[in-house]
């Protein structure tokens, strides 16, 4: 049950865009719940549970811990709580592989190199009908040419020399630098497991990897990247500890690069920079040392691609995708060996555990389908406002945020006050209208345009004579 759980979870995440839609994230975080409260009531009753080891949990559970002290101080709290449990289910996955047995772990590399040949093959297709650079079912050709890091050496060890093959074809057409200087830090590190002709292919690729970022050092997007680069040393640096909230970055990013709203951007292009500036110098090194100690007695062919995407991670930004992220703790975890370890519960106690579990699986689960819930109501609200039906959009961003206050849902009602009250809005309705943007703008102390958008309207519904009014 455990294996077609995580097989589902990889299966989904690599072919539904990377699982960047809510709609994926909330359906696999409930079946992630619902799967996992199943599976461990079923163990419950038998009167057994497998156990990981004692460091891999108490690792684990001070990753989640430190990114749940982040998120609860984060200036945009909203925003990080999706963040957060998307990482804390791909965190939750290194125990989970771990009480797996080797068949069970089969059986997700099997589903791993479905993917893989499905992936290749729309890959084909698109090529084929006038894509040079093919993304697969990704959205960036980055993205994909970091899901190709993680499946080509499961290819290799099935001996499935064709999709292999694909694989590299696939991942010539991305033109990703990242990604090819990672194969070839990987190759080069592995060459004694992997030969001497791994040795020298890694070098080639390395070489050719060089040359043409040489080639592109004075592109944009190289120039970009610092840029990038920059602004998230700049918030790691401002809050080294807990860093600015899981997610934070591309909310933050504005207020540290004021003056290039050109280079707007979802994430920093550094996987390393990125977690410190979102989560705090010691969640980095609690997870790198972590990571480092999984990989150190595990086999070659086990941690080369998740080596491999952390090189192309440097320059990158494949790992800040969920399935991207989760593929790769499911990867990184199989390094793990089985655990023989097994935790007995009492008669007395099974039933008492059973239901303690089902509270926790479900008041989790319920503020997934809440948060999900208002953001269904958002976009409903959206399409009513495009139809002129401005009463039904409030009502509908009302419960919205009645459920789970959000900035865009506060900044909707701002907009549909003003809009209700006409060429010709009265005080009241601006000050309705300021102060559904004052909550907005404190939700999301980031966004500027709200600032602008409640000093427009706070200086409108002024009284006369009042100061800051305008006449």
Not at 2 to 30: E, H, N, P
Not at 36 to 52: E, H, K, T, Y
Not at 327 to 339: D, G, L, M, Q
Request: hydrophobic letters at 55%; a positive charge; one cysteine or more.
């Amino acid at each position: 049950m455990l294996a077609g759980l995580v097989g589902l979870i990889v299966a989904a995440g690599l072919l539904l865009r990377g699982a960047l839609d809510s709609w994926v994230q909330a359906t696999l975080l409930l079946a992630f719940l619902t799967g996992g409260a199943a599976w461990l009531c079923a163990q419950i009753m038998r009167g057994w549970i497998p156990l990981s080891e004692n460091n891999l949990i108490l690792w684990i559970l001070a990753l989640v811990a430190l990114a749940a002290a982040s998120m609860e101080l984060s200036l945009i709290h909203v925003y990080s709580r999706r963040a957060w449990a998307v990482s804390t289910m791909g965190l939750m996955l290194f125990p989970v592989v771990s009480v797996i047995d080797n068949e069970g772990r089969e059986k997700i590399k099997r589903v791993a190199r479905m993917v893989a040949w499905i992936l290749v093959l729309v890959a084909l297709y698109q090529r084929f009908h006038g894509q040079a650079r093919p993304p697969a079912s990704f959205f960036s050709q980055n993205v994909f040419a970091g899901a190709i890091l993680l499946l080509l050496p499961i290819a290799i060890r099935a001996g499935d020399g064709f999709l292999a093959a694909g694989l590299m074809v696939c991942l010539w057409w991305t033109h990703s630098i990242g990604a090819w200087l990672g194969l070839a830090v990987a190759l080069l590190l592995h060459r004694r497991a992997a030969g001497a002709a791994a040795f020298w292919w890694g070098a080639v690729a390395g070489f050719v990897g060089l040359v043409s970022f040489y080639s592109k050092l004075q592109s944009p997007e190289v120039m970009h990247r610092i840029e990038w680069w920059r602004a998230a040393w700049s918030m790691a640096a401002g809050d080294p500890w807990l860093g600015l909230g899981p997610g934070a970055f591309a909310h933050a990013f504005a207020a540290h690069v004021p003056a290039r709203p050109d280079l707007s951007t979802l994430h920093a292009y550094q996987y390393v920079l990125e977690t410190a500036a979102e989560r705090g110098w010691v969640y980095l090194a609690l997870w790198s040392c972590g990571l480092a100690a999984l990989f150190v007695h595990s086999p070659a062919e086990k941690r080369f691609g998740p080596i491999a995407i952390l090189i192309q991670g440097l320059a990158d930004y494949a790992l800040s995708v969920p399935g991207i992220f989760w593929f790769f703790c499911v990867s990184a975890a199989f390094s793990i060996p089985e655990s023989g370890r097994v935790l007995n519960i009492p008669f007395r106690y099974r039933l008492f555990s059973c239901v303690l579990t089902l509270i926790v699986a479900g008041a989790a689960g319920r503020c997934v389908w809440h948060e999900w819930t208002a953001e269904r109501l958002r976009t409903r609200s959206v399409e009513l406002i495009r139809g002129d039906d401005l009463q039904g959009a409030d009502a509908l961003l009302a419960r919205s945020e009645a459920i789970a206050p959000h900035p865009e849902a506060a900044r909707l009602r701002a907009d549909v006050a003003v809009a209700v009250a006409g060429s010709n809005p009265s005080r009241e309705s601006l000050a309705l209208a300021a102060e559904h943007m004052k909550r907005a703008s404190s939700l999301d102390p980031y966004r500027v345009s709200y600032r602008i958008a409640l000093d427009a309207l706070a200086r409108d519904s002024a009284p006369p004579g009042a100061p800051g009014h305008e006449k």
